[in-house]
């Protein structure tokens, strides 16, 4: 099974909390039929199904922390492993969080094909975040959460664009465009691949 994710194309989706990388990832699947794993998405199922390990999980979101490596990792793994026979591709959204991370995918996973950046602007990300803290039910939509998920953005995960710009796999995407728009330069970025 492992083999056949490597012949998989695996795109990381990165950039800042409410910067729009799980409205732009659920335009890719509509188009292009990829698998959207949202790392974020995963934890909160966990979280959901009221396990021992979820409610770990949820302390740590609560904070705007980084969960441990391993947990992430393993859970994406898994949720790839269920949808390799069926999936042209992975849209792998807010992971690697840090250099770290990224290497450890590669040696358990694979290499990416692409890095979609999506990039906007702190002031942006805030507003969209407390509109979507309006109707999201995400305990980490609030303004102070919101603040260290942002502190810790800058901090660990834009080492990352750079990790990867030197492999030149990084397109970045102006995300202060309409939606629509956006999403016309995402796809200029997948048709780009091969
Ligand atoms: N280009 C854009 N213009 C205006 N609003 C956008 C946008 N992209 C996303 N949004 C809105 C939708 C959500 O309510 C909020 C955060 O988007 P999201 O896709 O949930 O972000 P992320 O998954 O990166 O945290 O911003
Ligand atoms: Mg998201």
């Given at each position: 099974?492992?083999?056949?994710?490597?012949?998989?194309?695996?795109?990381?989706?990165?950039?800042?909390?409410?910067?729009?990388k799980g409205t732009q990832c659920e335009k890719v699947v509509a188009k292009y039929g990829y698998t959207h794993?949202?790392?974020?998405?995963?934890?909160?199922?966990?979280?959901?199904?009221g396990s021992?390990?979820?409610?770990?999980?949820?302390a740590i979101m609560q904070k705007g922390?980084?969960?441990?490596?391993?947990?992430?990792?393993?859970?994406?793994?898994d949720a790839m492993i269920a949808k390799v026979d069926?999936?042209?591709?992975?849209?792998?959204?807010?992971?690697?969080?840090e250099v770290k991370q990224g290497e450890e995918f590669e040696k358990k996973i694979g290499a990416p094909c692409l890095l979609l950046y999506i990039d906007a602007k702190g002031e942006t990300m805030v507003k969209r975040l407390m509109k979507r803290g309006e109707t999201s039910g995400r305990s980490d939509d609030n303004?102070?959460?919101i603040k260290k998920r942002l502190?810790?953005?800058?901090?660990?995960?834009?080492?990352?664009?750079?990790?990867?710009?030197?492999r030149g796999i990084v397109r970045k995407i102006d995300s202060e465009l309409p939606v629509d728009e956006v999403?016309?330069?995402?796809?200029?970025?997948?048709?780009?691949l091969k």
């Open positions: 099974l492992l083999d056949k994710i490597k012949d998989a194309k695996i795109i990381f989706v990165v950039g800042g909390p409410g910067s729009g794993l949202s790392s974020g998405d995963l934890l909160r199922a966990e979280v959901a199904s021992e390990r979820g409610k770990t999980l949820q922390e980084l969960v441990p490596l391993d947990t992430v990792l393993d859970m994406i793994k069926v999936s042209k591709g992975f849209l792998i959204d807010g992971y690697p969080r303004e102070e959460t502190d810790l953005y800058y901090k660990a995960t834009e080492p990352v664009i750079a990790f990867y710009s030197s999403f016309g330069h995402v796809a200029k970025a997948i048709d780009g």
